[in-house]
């Protein structure tokens, strides 16, 4: 048996304090993924750092009309904000499709921006796997490559594909994350957070080690606007997204004037498609312009021996959520 130490910071400094130590040190937040990690061995802390005291669970609306969501703000009491309800619907359904609802009661909002892949490579803490160990290979290329392995974003390297449902949401919201290092506190885009696996799918953000998130502030939702999320998977609960959408449009009349798009399950990070959105702005909502969007929203997309559907699953999903929020 692995043993590894625990403390609980009473502080967002001192938890950075705690967590910048020698060895392996994590921080614990409802460690829905964390621990199933670990019980897997496939992640080895020699310190988990327990944050689940620190004053990071507030929603607050600022003047601005942006929304600042503290770290430790649960899945469920996002979702179910009244605020985040009314004028963010996308995110909030996002949020009640991912998981189970004992699941999201102890999520938090920063653990899911930082949840790991769910590639069974990756998991199995066996095979090949250049993100649990670097320069091993990729045994999902050639191997088992179906539901959770992507098909926009990815390379030779890695496949995986990123598994959040709300951070799809976010990524067509728009929003920034802020950080706390020893050096003080600064913001990342979230459309930067998430990398790319390229050569080095060991590096999955833009976190320097031991920053830890303390809120995500989401752009002032678009006025006028209507948004939704939809999620295509194997079962209709508790299943991670073959391909999911998050649109956010709004119109002028018959025509759109404003769009923005982002796809799950599909992409090796929240995937947000500008191209398709820059093609939707002035078109009618008909059937055959969502389809042209739908095309070029994928058109850059590379299959895997498995995992071909997508292309068209991807297609689907947006199609459907364009004329679900047009209707
Ligand atoms: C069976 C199952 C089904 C699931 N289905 C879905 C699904 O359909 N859709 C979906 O989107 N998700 C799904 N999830 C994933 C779930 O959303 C994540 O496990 C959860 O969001 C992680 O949040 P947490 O607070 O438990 O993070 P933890 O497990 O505590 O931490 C996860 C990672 O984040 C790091 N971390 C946590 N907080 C911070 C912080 N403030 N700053 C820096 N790093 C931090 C931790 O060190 C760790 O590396 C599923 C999980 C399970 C177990």
């Not at 967002?12 to 614990?28: I, M």
């Not at 459309?191 to 696996?197: E, S, Y």
Request: hydrophobic share 40%; with cysteine.
């Amino acid at each position: 048996m692995r043993t590894f130490d625990y403390s609980r910071a009473d502080s967002a400094a001192n938890a950075v304090r705690t967590a910048s130590g020698t060895g392996q040190r994590l921080y614990l937040a409802g460690g829905t993924s964390l621990l199933d990690l670990v019980k897997l061995d496939v992640m080895q802390p020699d310190q988990l750092v327990d944050i689940n005291r620190l004053a990071l669970k507030q929603i607050e609306p600022l003047p601005d009309g942006r929304l600042r969501v503290g770290a430790l703000v649960s899945n469920t009491d996002l979702a179910r904000h009244p605020w985040v309800r009314l004028h963010y619907p996308v995110l909030s359904q996002a949020l009640l499709a991912g998981a189970s609802t004992q699941l999201r009661n102890k999520a938090t909002t920063a653990g899911n921006i930082m949840q790991r892949v769910r590639c069974n490579y990756f998991r199995d803490g066996v095979s090949p796997c250049n993100k649990r160990q670097p320069g091993s290979g990729c045994a999902a290329i050639g191997g088992l490559n179906r539901s959770v392995h992507a098909v926009l974003g990815t390379s030779e390297h890695c496949i995986a594909s990123h598994p959040s449902d709300m951070c799809v949401a976010v990524a067509a919201i728009g929003a920034r994350v802020t950080v706390q290092g020893a050096a003080g506190s600064r913001e990342i885009d979230f459309a930067d957070f998430h990398l790319l696996p390229g050569d080095t799918p060991w590096q999955e953000h833009a976190l320097q080690p031991h920053e830890l998130i303390t809120h995500l502030t989401l752009d002032a939702p678009l006025a006028n606007s209507r948004s939704g999320y939809l999620k295509l998977r194997d079962r209709t609960s508790y299943q991670f997204a073959l391909a999911s959408s998050a649109v956010v449009l709004v119109l002028d009349g018959p025509r759109i004037t404003q769009a923005r798009i982002a796809l799950g399950g599909v992409g090796t990070k929240p995937w947000r498609a500008r191209e398709a959105e820059q093609a939707l702005v002035g078109q009618p909502a008909t059937l055959d312009s969502f389809t042209r969007v739908a095309q070029l929203a994928m058109q850059d997309a590379h299959a895997y021996e498995n995992n071909a559907f997508k292309i068209p699953l991807g297609q689907q999903a947006i199609i459907r959520n364009l004329r679900d929020l047009t209707a």
